[in-house]
């Protein structure tokens, strides 16, 4: 059975910083992309970022940037979400998420991603 479980999120200022991780277990990953999305209220769900397991490319959100970063460490099954000069827009559950790589090296839907983590906030005051 897949599991992703979310941690690292928080209160942070305006301009902080903050790493999330997602830790995945239950089955092998390497055929696989990895994702964050995130939900504000009111919101519909958002890609933020990918990487693809096996080969490592990633791909961003245009408004993330140069701010955030996605990575992976396979030898821990653990995903990244590095996220810096945060602003109060960036204020939302963000969603770990495992999909198929087989068309897309790294997917930006979320109707590509099967399994998703139970999710963390994340909240930036300004």
């Known amino acids: 059975q897949v599991q992703l479980v979310e941690s690292g999120g928080g209160l942070v200022q305006a301009g902080g910083s903050l790493r999330l991780s997602c830790a995945a277990s239950?089955?092998?990953?390497?055929?696989?992309?990895m994702g964050w999305f995130r939900q504000a209220p009111g919101k519909e769900r958002e890609f933020v970022a990918a990487?693809?397991?096996?080969?490592?490319?990633?791909s961003h959100l245009d408004s993330v940037k140069g701010r955030f970063t996605i990575s992976r460490d396979n030898a821990k099954n653990t995903v990244y979400l590095q996220m810096s000069s945060l602003k109060p827009e960036d204020t939302a559950v963000y969603y770990c998420?495992?999909?198929?790589?087989?068309?897309?090296?790294?997917?930006?839907?979320?109707?590509?991603?099967?399994?998703w983590g139970q999710g963390t906030q994340v909240t930036v005051s300004s």
């Open positions: 998420a495992a999909g198929s790589a087989v068309r897309r090296l790294v997917p930006n839907r979320a109707s590509e991603y099967d399994y």
């Open positions: 239950g089955r092998t990953f390497t055929s696989y992309a």
């Open positions: 990487i693809n397991w096996s080969y490592g490319h990633t």
